[in-house]
Each structure stands twice: as C-alpha cells, then as structure tokens.
C-alpha cells in the first residue's frame, strides 16, 4: 500500500537535467555545487514534467545515481526539491523521499541501471517500459507431480471460517472533521484544518476516510450473529494511511490493539503480513541488501502468539512466514508477499536475485511435506501473486509452485491488498479452460472503506476434509446511510450482501456436494464475459456494493481486461497494467493540456494506489475501471 506520489515520479522530473549543461569545477564548494543542482533540477522541471517515457524514466534514475555517487544525501535533497513545487503536503512529499526514497537510492547504486535493472524499475513501478522478459526459468520440485492428482471427496461437514483484510483502522479519526480535506488521510484534525467542514466526517466513518475504531467493533460484534466461527484468516495490512507519519514505535501499538480488538471473536485468526506493517512503508530487507525489520517481525509474533503454535511465532520471527495444522490433515501456510512487491525498493538491488529471501523453495519444503502426508493446504498471504504488484520473476516461479501442487495438495489460496472483491485463477499448463483451472485464490473486501467502499468481511462455508470453499458469504454496511445513523442514534446495518453460490449458480449451476472449484469460477468468468447483466451484478460486489466505481463495459474495453485479469495466473498475464496518460506532443498547440494532465499527476491523491497504477485515471486514454487501490 502507497500513496499516489512515488519517489519515481519525482526521479522523472530530473532526467536530463544535471547532464544538461557543465557542472561547477572541481574546486567548487559544497554549497555551489547543491546550488548549481538544484537550479538545474528547478530549471528542467517544467519541460521533463510534460512527457514521462521509458527513456526519461531510466534517465532520471541514472541521473539520481550519478549524483548518489558523490554524495546520496544530495541526491534526497535534489529531489526533495520539487517538493515546494508539488501541489502536495510538503511534509508527506519530503518523509517519502528520505524514507522510501533512501532506500531505492541504495539500489540504484548496488544496481546496474543502464544494463537493464532501469528498465525493470520502470515497468514495474511506473509501467513506463516494454515488460521485461521472464528470466527466473523452470523450478526443480523435490518429487513429480502424482499421475492422478486430484483432490480428495467432500465430508459433507462445513465449518465457518471468517476472512478479514485490509484492517485499516484510524485511531485518529475524528467526527466533524473534514472528509474533503487536502491531506493523503482525511477525518482528522490537523492544524491548519478548516473551522467548519465541507464534509464534516460522520462518527461511523466516510467513504473518503479509513475506518474509526467504532466501526471496526460494530463489524467484530456482529459476527458471531451470523456465523459459528471456527477459525479466521487477516490477509494483512493493519495500520492507517498515513504512512508518512508512522514509525516502529507508532506501529507497534496499532499493531496490539488492532489483534487485541479480533480476539473479540472467540476463534484462532491466522494473519499474514501486509506491506503497510513497515516502516518505510513497503521496506521489507533481504539478507542481501541488509536493513532492519526484526522489530516487526518480534511484535507481531508476540501478538500473534495467541493464535500461533511456538514453532510457527519462531518461524515467523526468523522469516515473516511461519506454517501450522490447524486440524489434523490440514495446514496453513502464510506467506510474506511483500518479497514479491513491487514497491518493496530493497528488492531492485539485485534483480537477478528471484527468490530474494529464500520463500519459495520453503514454500516447495513445505508442500512437498504436504503431499508426502497427504494434508491439504491453504495458503494465504497479502499481496496477491498474479496481480499487478507482484515483480514478474517472483510471479512465475510461484505460479510453477501452484501448478505442481494443485489441486491435490493446494486447496485454497486466500489474499487481500487490493481492497476489492476480487479473485483470480491457476491453470495447469496449456489452454486456460474449465477443465484446466486447478486454483482459486480469494481476495478478500477490506475493512476499511477507503476509498469510496462499504465496510466489508467475509465468511466461508468450509469442508472439513477436502478444505475446499463450499460458500462465500460477504457482509457489508451501507456507509452512504451513515450521517443517518448518527442523526437517529443508530448502529451501521451489517447484512449479508450476497451469497457466491447462490448469486452466480443462476448462471452456471453447482450440484449441492460441489466445492465453488476454480472450474466452476471459469465457467463463471464465461458468463460474465459475454452476458452483461451477470458482469453488472459482478462489478456491484467488486466495489462492495457501495455503487461508486467508474462504469465498465465491453464498450469501453473495460470488460475484457477484467476477464483477463481473473484468468491470470501470473502478473505478466493482466491486461489492466499501470498506464501513464501523458505522452509526447511535437505540436506546441497541446502544450497546456499536457500541463494540466502533468500537474494531475503530482496533485495530492484522496486516495491509495499501488505503485504508479490509478495515474491511468487521467489523461485523453484513461481507464475509468483501474483496478487497484493499495
């Protein structure tokens, strides 16, 4: 999870610059030589802003390279200079550039930038590049694959398994503040926050907000309401959006009070981590690029060891990832994505390193252990690997992971990150067809409602012995109702929003002792690909029923990428990349157009997004549908 400005977007803007005209001597000062960059990086800023291309993007990263060679902390200082000329919360702009944005400088120095790595940053980053190939080649399983892999009969018993994710909650939120403010984070009092609120903030929270604590424990209390629960999943991502404020001592606490306040829930929840856990935000260290994150990792274990076997909080404290059986042949494994994200800057050090902390081949151990005991497994995580955050390598080797090990062994991958309502299918190699799909993976709905979502979980109907989903259960709150509830002195209306089973076997029908399989999800994406009343209904619960994503349609073309990204089975097969709207124009009648589109792009965002990817919202080629928020 980021904010819309990404130390990227800065680093474009000084491509060209330094190397445009002579530098001071030799025997310049210091301070002549911070001078003469910042005039050079302030006089080129207008015209680099105009057209961002792959060229301008690894320009820029060679140029902040250059000059972190001779000192890294003016490299930070040259581009925090545009800060002032941003129409952005200066202290937010600065806190990135000297958290995150060391980080990514520390990389582009052990990197080899013109040799290819530049290339790799701005596609992933900023989708500014051709999509590099895939490099990472074919994985060594332990053992074949079984001939006759398949998953094992149904019980016939469920369980209720609840899923939450995307937490997000805002102990700083506050009512009657403003919900239209000009910060990355709204609903709070800052000090120059106006006297009387555009949009005073309800107490049960804002579309435009992430969630107050009351809200959370309305949701928490309702639960057991509606569902037995008999063991949860948090696919991660606690803290609020205001990661330019957070720091390990802030983090820690929010970390406590937020699993203190699920424990509410009477039931064992497995978490994963999210990338908003660190700090920097998105900052997860390998053993190669060195940094420290032991403090996360030691809090959350503490934490979590409520719920954790000891030898799973030992895991996790070592490694981020930890397994466990939570009933006899049955295993979860929770894994750190964030080893495959996109903005995680520690991994653009060593690009050829594609399995950077080791996690797949663990990964393989343990499943290969699985099989070997014939359990069936879960796997659960934060950020989703076949999404646009995920680094392509990292992508492909886990999709050769799920093919060896699905559908006998895998039984269910589970993820949040995205916010919305979404899932995406594995198949085995060759035709992406019903008869091929082997893996769902479920992303979940966020708790919190930002931005422009209803407050959302998740219970799933469970087989307790081929642990496949037999039912999906989403629950919501309608959050365009809550000044009224304010103004009535009543509760958030938590009520099942739908059914999957039972909204989409309309379409295409299940026998009662079927599992929702990833064949019949295929079937499903059939459906909605060529009847648009079903895709209608899809796009409602994507966005939580909230009713406030941009419309999507075959005539737009928004259709047939979201069909795509469904059946992907890895990052390089989405259709929906990040697509940045400003282009070149020789013709200098556009020249104020691309201002505008320029000056879009650097405006603080009421909103998050991954990496560069909500920038396709502006621009004549937006893509009103762009999926991702976090």
């Not at 979590?304 to 059986?325: E, H, I, M, P, Q």
């Not at 252990?369 to 879960?378: I, K, L, Q, T």
């Not at 026998?511 to 059939?526: E, F, K, V, Y």
């Amino acid at each position: 999870m980021r904010l819309k400005l990404s130390i990227v977007v800065l680093s474009l803007a000084v491509a060209s610059t330094v190397t445009a005209a002579p530098a001071p001597s030799a025997h310049a000062s210091d301070l002549e030589k911070r001078s003469w960059l910042g005039d050079k990086i302030l006089e080129w800023f207008k015209e680099a802003k105009k057209s961002f291309s792959c060229g301008t993007c690894v320009t820029g990263l060679v140029t902040v390279k250059n000059i972190a060679w001779f000192k890294k902390s003016w490299a930070l200082d040259g581009i925090s200079a545009l800060c002032p000329l941003i129409n952005m919360d200066r202290n937010v702009c600065e806190n990135f550039i000297y958290t995150e944005g060391a980080v990514l400088v520390d990389s582009l120095l052990a990197g080899d930038i013109t040799g290819g790595d530049g290339k790799i940053i701005c596609w992933h980053v900023a989708g500014l590049c051709a999509q590099p190939a895939l490099t990472s080649g074919t994985l060594n399983f332990p053992k074949p694959k079984p001939a006759n892999a398949v998953a094992p009969a149904s019980s016939g018993t469920l369980v209720d398994v609840l899923h939450l994710s995307d937490w997000h909650v805002d102990g700083k939120y506050s009512p009657g503040s403003e919900a239209l403010c000009n910060k990355a984070l709204c609903c709070r009092k800052y000090s120059n926050s106006p006297a009387n609120a555009t949009r005073p903030a309800p107490s049960w929270g804002d579309y435009n907000c992430d969630a107050p604590p009351k809200l959370a424990t309305s949701m928490l209390d309702y639960v057991p309401s509606v569902a037995n629960i008999s063991f949860g999943i948090m696919t991660g991502d606690i803290p609020p959006h205001d990661a330019w404020l957070e720091t390990p001592e802030k983090i820690v606490p929010q970390l406590k009070a937020a699993f203190d306040a699920m424990a509410v829930v009477k039931a064992k929840i497995y978490p994963a981590i999210g990338n908003h856990e660190a700090s920097p935000l998105n900052m997860f260290p390998t053993p190669r690029s060195g940094g420290d994150i032991a403090w996360l990792y030691n809090s959350l274990g503490n934490d979590w060891s409520r719920w954790l076997s000891s030898d799973a909080v030992k895991s996790f404290k070592n490694y981020g990832s930890y397994t466990l059986n939570p009933a006899p042949g049955f295993r979860i494994i929770s894994l750190n994505t964030n080893f495959c994200y996109v903005m995680n800057f520690y991994l653009y050090a060593h690009t050829d390193e594609y399995d950077p902390h080791g996690e797949v081949q663990w990964l393989i151990q343990q499943l290969q252990a699985s099989e070997d005991s014939g359990e069936r497994v879960w796997i659960i995580g934060h950020v989703p690997p076949s999404q646009v955050d995920c680094i392509n390598n990292w992508s492909s080797l886990y999709r050769q992971v799920v093919q060896r090990y699905s559908p006998h062994v895998i039984a269910e991958q589970f993820f949040g990150h995205s916010h919305y309502d979404e899932f995406s299918l594995t198949y085995g190699p060759g035709a992406k067809s019903a008869q091929n799909a082997v893996s769902t993976a479920w992303i979940g709905p966020s708790v919190t409602p930002y931005t422009d979502l209803n407050p959302a979980f998740r219970v799933y109907k469970v087989d307790t012995k081929s642990w496949n989903v037999f039912d999906s259960l989403t629950y919501v709150a309608d959050l365009d109702k809550s000044a009224s509830w304010d103004a009535s002195g009543s509760s958030p209306n938590w009520h099942l929003e739908y059914s999957a089973r039972q909204a989409y076997s309309a379409y295409v029908p299940i026998a009662a002792d079927a599992p929702l399989s990833a064949t019949w999800w295929h079937n499903i994406t059939s459906v909605l690909q060529s009847n648009p009343a079903a895709f209608k209904q899809f796009w409602s619960y994507r966005g939580h029923s909230a009713h406030r994503l941009p419309e999507c349609t075959q005539a737009n073309g928004c259709v047939s990428d979201i069909i795509c990204d469904l059946r992907a089975s890895m990052r390089s097969e989405i259709c929906s990349g990040v697509v940045l709207p400003v282009k070149k124009r020789d013709d200098e009648e556009h020249y104020e157009e691309h201002e505008a589109i320029a000056d879009a792009l650097l405006r603080p965002a009421p909103y998050v997004v991954t990496g560069m990817s909500s920038l396709s919202q502006w621009g004549p080629n937006a893509k009103p549908w762009n999926k991702k928020l976090c």
